[in-house]
């Protein structure tokens, strides 16, 4: 479907975050996390208006360009006319985090068959892999309520995410928050991975090997000095390279 270029519609900042949130639609596409059209990923506009960008319902994630995101406000009003609409699911939960979280640029939420398996386990998240090492101390649960249409729901997700980085939504998936849309795929990158390793490690039936809770402690600094404090922008630019060795049409 060809959609017009919004280029020279938008500001220079917003097209930008447009191009950055197409990759990440297309990244999650092509690492297997996406679940047809049925999740989402949001970025916040800069500015005091709380706008922001999500995905067009009805459009698989390898299909998405930076054209093609709609632009909604707090109360899901399109400020950019498209011919798509917004998920109704997906709406309540990233504006509800949007609104509680002003740190929060992106929202990255994700159905994956590892973060399902994961969430729907009583014990969650165990700290038997390095990755899960820099989830945990920044991990919180937030209980199945059905899916997510009703806004009673937000406030009870806006507590259970607290000041996290990392959401288990139980019995539905998994939840990420960044920064930027560089931070919040790393996030989500790490976090994907430890539940995998988690999955793989309890169908082996031996007994797994709990890493020890003081090293949990300090997890930040350690996050910090493996990335040089470069944070997630020392991965984001060979994935960027990636994409255009595949696929360069999410910038249009």
Request: proline share 5%; aromatic share 8%; with cysteine.
């Amino acid at each position: 479907m060809e959609i017009a270029s919004l280029q020279k519609v938008v500001s220079a900042q917003e097209w930008e975050l447009r191009v950055q949130l197409a990759a990440c639609y297309r990244l999650v596409a092509m690492y297997g996390w996406s679940d047809l059209v049925f999740t989402h990923i949001s970025a916040r506009i800069p500015g005091p208006e709380h706008h922001f960008l999500i995905n067009p319902y009805g459009l698989m994630f390898d299909e998405i360009t930076a054209s093609s995101l709609v632009k909604v406000d707090q109360d899901c009003n399109k400020l950019i006319d498209s011919p798509f609409p917004v998920n109704p699911a997906g709406f309540v939960i990233h504006s509800c985090i949007h609104q509680a979280r002003d740190d929060a640029g992106c929202v990255l939420h994700t159905h994956s068959r590892a973060g399902v398996a994961v969430s729907a386990q009583k014990q969650g998240l165990l700290p038997i892999s390095q990755q899960s090492t820099f989830v945990i101390p920044f991990l919180g649960y937030h209980g199945y309520e059905g899916v997510a249409l009703r806004d009673d729901e937000k406030p009870r997700m806006q507590q259970d995410l607290g000041g996290n980085r990392f959401l288990i939504l139980r019995n539905h998936g998994l939840l990420v928050v960044g920064r930027d849309v560089p931070e919040a795929f790393l996030n989500m990158y790490i976090f994907e991975s430890a539940c995998r390793i988690q999955i793989d490690a309890l169908a082996g039936g031996s007994e797994v090997t709990r890493v020890d809770p003081r090293i949990l402690e300090g997890m930040e600094k350690v996050m910090k000095a493996g990335t040089g404090g470069q944070g997630a922008m020392i991965a984001w630019p060979a994935l960027l390279r990636r994409l255009e060795r595949t696929d360069p049409s999410y910038r249009t």
